[in-house]
């Protein structure tokens, strides 16, 4: 008999027939031999309706009363639930991430989770109960309300996994897992068996939003197992584990692309310490989130620093730089959107030379001109016109031959 | 500087213009230089979606789910009611039930206060913020989430303004006030100014359903001074307290009446200890809720016994009776629906004879048979049929003068 977390997103629970489906899925689970806990999203559509009454009553509504209002999402659900799974006559117990134990500090719309006590929890699945709980939400220690931010459902399940000992969190979506790539830009990309926490922080970190950076990190520091998978049908999802022997030789597992980028280059930065740093403490300041970094070896005593963005954030970005730019010496700077990000990720990368080679020389080929490069153990990136993003994730998966699955050496 | 409890409904706050105007209200009163303590119900119209849903999930969802789901609707007032007055620059802090500290029994859907802390109210009205708490809800002593059924939200404020010692509670709704009879009934009723809280409740009980009978109890066993007013004008309301002086030569202040009744008769009864006990375990068995009871002197060793309900439950009591009438010997029952309770209501008439008269006499010239009559302290009520209830409500109205405002001598 084993212990499973089941965590079901806003669509899967996103109307009455749907949360139907969600109690026979959970009964059958129990039934086949397992103890559950299910974590469950408010129905889709919910938060946006809270969020927009927000919106009509005050034109900058506090963090605190918006935890106390989006809470009641995932209280609505956790109720139906149970009511769903009592109507088959199954024992259940419905609990409020607080009932739950669920202990955050009190940075409200994005707590971090402190600890779980879920001693309340525990005792209901002694008794044979499903034990549901509401994700996103927990509770300080003076007993405030607050929620965990993006992708918050996740993590409870995650956490929850982790304080409870769970031999496995199921992650259960609108997708059938993790793909080799995009399946709209790729129309032969093949799910993927497994990936390891690494893999899937990459793949996640590059635009396969699956499921936020956040929980993926949580899962890996506390070694917890998980599944991706679909709450539409009963086909097998992708694990998430540990790097396995089996995993060795793999190279290559996927290819990840994230659109409407944006990249920034401050030209002619004098080559002394603390002028990198003068850019980003302004960027942080402005609360601009960076991802690609990109900065070359210097030449004559000045060099250029280029990051890539959201290029929603590019006018806040520019304005944080103004006053950097003249302060640091440096000689302008310079910023384009409309550029993308193309990702190739494997565990196996590491010990393998010839990928980076590969994936440039298959883009070279399609005519898909390269304007940044980084590199991490376990993934290769590339910054290029978004215009060509579609052909160029085309030519990386058929370079590698992930239609056929992980590429191997 | 007072302290007042301020109660608004659900149509007070049944849409975000709405709340935006209790927002005003709440900060008007407060910049008057008094501290307030807001209590709302859930937005008009959000508990019935909510039990909908309810019902899409589960034929008979458990009392303990359903507390968890409606608790929500008003949680999400309070955080909308605490942002509009945020957006006002006036600190405001939400709490839940729980949070503020109301404890109740474990029955759900109509649980009972056991007591209350409100600690962190009281903490906050020193801060000088505007406390809003959640209507209807409070948690039991082991942190399960419990709703106090009908009316409850009116008993939240009674009970805390109990509790915090506030100088006066106001019921905000959508009515002025408590009106000598129903004016949909009768055009020319006036509000009253004021009223005894046993006056309040043969009011409540008779059918002029401003407030449950329950809050108007709890009011007067901890003296609790409140005022029924409405949220959408500046109209004073009609204030209910102990008897005073000044009510003394009052006679008769209202006409109250209740539609949708029906009487039941047990015929010939034996009159020995038991029997009627027998027929009202039977109801009370059924949970079949009984208003007036009537039973004359035994003439021959057997009498019977009439009692009216609500005409919904008159099937579920005949079921309940079947059995009882051969067990206690009795001879039928006889039953209809389709008739109607008319009660005059003063608190002076306990000292004042002449008012039954003046009624009989009032209705027998109009032509309104009456088929039963029940007499308390300070009401005399009628059962007539349903067909001649705003007749006889005009009648009555006008025997007592009404219109000129409380009956006097």
Redesign the interface.
Known sequence: MSLLVQKYGGTSVGN??R??NV?RRVIETQRAGHRVVVVVSAMSGVTDG?IK??Q???????E???D??L??GE??T???????I??QGVPAL?L?GA?AGIVTDGVHTKAKIANITPR?LLRALDDGQVVIVAGFQGQTMA???TTLGRGGSDLTAIALASAVGADLCQIFTDVDGVYTCDPRLVPNARRLDDLSYEEMLEMASSGSKVMQSRSVEFAKKFGVKFEVRSSFNDNPGTMITEETASMENVVIRGVSVEKNQAKVTVEGVPDRPGTAAAVFNALAGARVVIDMIVQNVSVHGATDISFTLNQADLSTAEAALRPVVEKISAVKTTARAGVAKLSVVGIGMRSHSGVAARLFDCLARGGVNIQMITTSEIKIAVIIEEANVAEAARLAHDAFGLEHGPYTV
Do not use: N
């Not at 009509?56 to 506090?62: D, F, L």
């Open positions: 009455p027939e949360i139907c109690a809270l009454l927000a009509e009553v005050s034109p900058a509504p506090s605190r009363d918006m106390v209002l809470a009641t209280q609505t956790i109720a139906l639930l149970a009511m769903a009592h109507a419905s409020t009932q309340q007993g405030q309300v």
